[in-house]
């Protein structure tokens, strides 16, 4: 898919994301666990870079532990920031926030920034080109040793382990049991929609990207998070 098709279904998604995505919401829990203990280290006013924020939840997730932190907060889809621009009001730390709608290489100059979050969104750019160009956005936008927590579906989809984790993943996003056929769907999403590699090369897609080379530090299921610093 295209930037404007992703967006389309990322709209069409946005009011009801976050109860579609309930049943992975212990995962997201233990990233952000560990994600506190990668940035225990920042300022205690460092700023970050959100990128990709959806409806708010790593951001809210951080804010409410960082009463310090200010962020700058990056969402093409409209209807999913409206919703994040409302949890942040709602927990009151929106005037810590700068909401950018549209994409990260639009983004005007708004400083440099001590950390940032990916989370799930470089898995939908196909091209390695374009992957590597995306992540050299964001080293462009962290001050030189800026941590980045990237996180994205990673698998080698022709090993038999894909085969282990593909199954057991559809087990858990779906409800009942899942038949080949609905299998052999989301096996052709994956391989057509979405950029799911091999762990050691997104890691090295990421480093390519202007990144020291990239600590694994979560792995539940399909999804892989890596830490990496800003050379």
């Not at 280290?41 to 310090?68: F, K, M, S, Y």
């Not at 983004?107 to 160009?133: K, M, Y």
């Amino acid at each position: 898919m295209h930037q404007d098709e992703i967006r389309a279904v990322f709209d069409q998604q946005a009011a009801s994301y976050d109860e579609r995505h309930k049943k992975t919401a212990p995962i997201r829990y233990c990233l952000y666990l560990l994600l506190d203990s990668a940035f225990a280290e920042l300022p205690h006013d460092a700023h970050i870079l959100c990128v990709g924020a959806g409806t708010g939840e790593e951001l809210a997730h951080l804010a409410t532990r960082n009463r310090l932190w200010q962020f700058t907060v990056v969402e093409p889809s409209g209807p999913m920031l409206e919703i994040c621009r409302q949890r942040a009001a709602a927990e009151s730390f929106e005037s810590r926030c700068y909401f950018h709608g549209g994409y990260l290489g639009e983004l005007s100059a708004v400083g440099l920034h001590d950390a940032a979050t990916c989370f799930l969104v470089s898995q939908f750019i196909l091209e390695e080109r374009a992957r590597t160009q995306f992540f050299h956005e964001i080293a462009n936008n962290l001050k030189p040793g800026g941590l980045l927590a990237s996180a994205d579906l990673a698998s080698d989809v022709g090993s038999a382990e894909y085969e282990v984790l593909l199954r057991a993943w559809m087990n858990l996003t779906t409800d009942g049991s899942v038949p080949q056929e609905a299998v052999e769907r989301m096996r052709s999403t994956y391989a057509n929609d979405v950029g799911v590699l091999p762990p050691q090369k997104i890691a090295s897609i990421i480093e390519s990207g202007g990144f020291m080379p990239p600590a694994q530090f979560f792995q539940a299921g399909l999804i892989h998070a890596w830490l990496s610093q800003r050379v």
